[in-house]
């Protein structure tokens, strides 16, 4: 049976299972599977083999139990990096490819920045950030030692030279650091617990730890992050769409400038943007 077919009657299991983008699903995890991208995928003439098939089966059976389809694949994209995912580990979104951009924006006009990316889950923001500003000196803070390991990995598989330390917020960076960061960058976990059970199941596979806080982190960002930032430094944080209000009064009662709430592409409210004054 050709790829071609194979994909059709994947993409009808998908949706009767009521797996969202059953098609493009089917395409991700195939490609895995055969090990190619999606040009190699529809010009490939052979069928697929015996082990090929049954891998494939058991990939589609993980996702129809709700198993996110990055830890199927152990692969997830980000801007432009694949990064190795797992279960325990927060699952980058492309939402958060907004947070990297105005991180990076932030620090547009500075040479070889400081950058300190406070829960850096895969390493997706800090890695992305020294790939595309090779002189940045970049930290990767997280509470998690699976997300340290993991990070750690993804930065020397790609080989990008991030520092990646485990520990609650800012505190794991040396004392010589203070008052010369010239970027926070932050995607904290800001789920509201009360919303959590109307999470897709999805969703609800990553570690509790790096989703359920509401706005706890964000106010603690803005108290320790001025004794970190050199003056004019900014702090990025990614907020949930209903919260650019609430945070943004974080910001300008912390003593914080040029403060401002930036959408995703998708139009809504996603990051808060600030300076130190």
């Known amino acids: ?17 009521g797996v969202e983008s059953p098609r493009e699903t089917a395409e991700v995890l195939l490609q895995r599977v055969l090990e190619t991208d999606r040009a190699g995928l529809y010009s490939r003439s052979e069928g697929l083999s015996s082990a090929e098939a049954k891998s494939f089966g058991r990939a589609l059976c993980r996702r129809c ?10 692969r997830q994209q980000f801007r432009r990096l694949e990064l190795e995912v797992r279960p325990g580990v927060f699952v980058p979104r492309p939402e958060t490819e907004t947070l990297a951009e105005i991180g ?26 020294k790939d595309e500003r090779s002189g940045a000196s970049v ?12 990070a750690r990995r993804n930065a020397d598989r790609l080989g990008l030279d991030v520092t990646v330390v485990q520990g609650d917020l800012l505190g794991p960076l040396p004392g010589d650091l203070v008052g010369t960061v010239d970027l926070i960058v932050s995607n904290p976990p800001y789920v509201a617990p ?23 982190v964000h106010r603690r960002l803005v108290e320790d992050s001025p ?14 769409d209903d919260q650019g209000e609430e945070v943004t009064a ?28």
């Open 139 to 150: 930290w990767a803070i997280d509470i998690s030692p699976l997300a340290r390991d993991l």
């Open 194 to 216: 009360d919303v959590y059970d109307s999470l897709p199941v999805e969703v609800r596979a990553d570690p509790e730890l790096a989703l359920l806080g509401g706005t706890d």
């Open 65 to 74: 139990t709700g198993e996110p389809v990055q830890h199927v694949t152990g």
């Open 250 to 277: 974080m910001f300008v009662g912390g003593g914080f400038q040029e403060v401002r709430v930036l959408p995703d592409l998708a139009g809504r409210d996603r990051v808060v943007t600030g300076r130190r004054g």
């Open 1 to 17: 049976m050709r790829p071609s077919d194979v994909l059709r009657r994947a993409t009808r299991y998908l949706d009767a299972h």
């Open 104 to 129: 990076l924006t932030a620090v547009d006009d500075v040479r070889d920045p400081v950058v300190v990316d406070v829960g850096t889950g895969t390493g997706a923001v800090a890695l992305s950030i």
């Open 227 to 240: 004794r970190w930032l050199r003056p004019g430094g900014a702090l990025v944080v990614e907020i949930g």
